[in-house]
C-alpha cells in the first residue's frame, strides 16, 4: 500500500512538473520567435552585402511566429489541468489556506470529530462537482467541438475538459486517505501535512532549540 502511495505521489508530481516545463517552453519559443526575427531584419538593413541573407533568415522565423497562434490555446489548456492536478497536490501537502488556527486548540476527540466531518463535507462538495463535470465532458464528446486554435490538430475541447472529473476524483480519493487515517487515529487534521504545526515553526524558529 505504501509503495502504490509513494508511486501515486511521484505521478502526481511527475505530471505538475511536466505541466509547468510545457507551458514554459511553449511561451519561450513563442516569445524569442516574435523578438528574434526584428534582429535579423536589423541586421539586414544594416549589412547591405548580405540583406537577403538575413531577410530570408527573418521572413522564416516571422513565419514560424505567425504560425504559433495555437500556442496561447495551448497554454491554456495545459494551465487548467495544472490547475486540476494542483487541487489533490495541495490537499496532500496542505498547500491551501489554513483554518485550522482555532480547531488545533480543543481537544483531541473534539479535533477529530470536527476533521471527520470536515472531510466528509468536502467529499461531498468534490462528489457533486464530480457528478456534474462528468455530465458536462460527456456532453462535449457526444457535441464533438473542437478545440479553440488546436482543433487543425484534432484536439477537441472534451480533451481538455476531461481533466476536470479526473481531478474531482482525484481529490475525492485524497479524502478519502484522510478519513482512513483520521479514523484510525493515524491523524487529527484535513491536511497529509500539518501545516498549522509548519507555520508555528516559521513563526517561532528559536521554539525547537529549548
Known sequence: MQSLTRLWEH?????IAFLLAAMTLVTFVYV???????????????????????AGIGDHLMG???????????????????????????????????????????SKPVQRALSLIACLACMAYAALFLVASYKWV??????????EDLDRYG?????????????FTLVILRYLEILYRIWT?????????DEAAEASKLANPGEEQH
Open 11 to 15: 505521478l502526481e508530481e511527475g505530471m
Open 32 to 54: 524569442a520567435l516574435n523578438n528574434i526575427y526584428t534582429l535579423f531584419y536589423t541586421l539586414s538593413d544594416q549589412w547591405a552585402v548580405s540583406s537577403d541573407f538575413f
Open 64 to 106: 514560424y511566429a505567425q504560425g504559433m497562434t495555437w500556442s496561447v490555446a495551448l497554454t491554456k489548456a495545459l494551465f487548467g489541468w495544472l490547475i486540476f492536478f494542483g487541487i489533490s497536490y495541495g490537499v496532500r501537502t496542505a498547500g491551501h489556506l489554513g483554518v485550522d488556527a482555532l480547531v488545533k486548540r480543543t
Open 138 to 147: 460527456s456532453a462535449l464528446f457526444v457535441a464533438g467541438i473542437g478545440a
Open 155 to 167: 484536439v477537441k475541447t472534451a480533451y481538455i475538459a476531461v481533466i476536470v472529473p479526473i481531478g
Open 185 to 193: 487515529h493515524r491523524q487529527t487534521g484535513l491536511g497529509l501535512a
